[in-house]
């Protein structure tokens, strides 16, 4: 199984968990800030990748990867991301608030 495989298992469910929060909650206000945290994980992930690939500590299997990459770390990286800045706060807005506090 590639990596690629594996991360557009997971993504599928991350997308089908965010489409459903989509639905519960119409505001754009927690997107847009969902959007936001996204960028930054994104470039925090580029950076830090890079340099633990650099140095190191973490190797890939060469058959495994799709050999796109984004400095030396394989946009297969970026998935793990991807799944945190969507996942944890669609989860959040599909967990019930708690009384008397607006949810978005």
Do not use: H
């Not at 469910?13 to 994104?42: E, N």
Request: without cysteine; proline residues 6%; neutral net charge.
């Amino acid at each position: 199984m590639t990596y690629w495989t594996l991360n557009a298992l997971f993504l599928a469910i991350v997308a089908l968990v965010a489409i459903v929060a989509a639905l519960r909650i119409r505001s754009t206000r927690p997107w847009i800030a969902i959007a936001i945290t996204l960028g930054v994980v994104l470039v925090m992930t580029a950076v830090f990748d890079n340099v633990m690939i650099g140095v190191g500590l973490v190797g890939y299997e060469p058959a495994l990867i799709s050999g796109a990459f984004l400095g030396i770390a394989p946009l297969e990286d970026f998935a793990y991301a991807i799944a945190a800045a969507i996942l944890l706060p669609s989860l959040w807005l599909l967990l019930p608030a708690r009384v008397g506090e607006p949810r978005a």
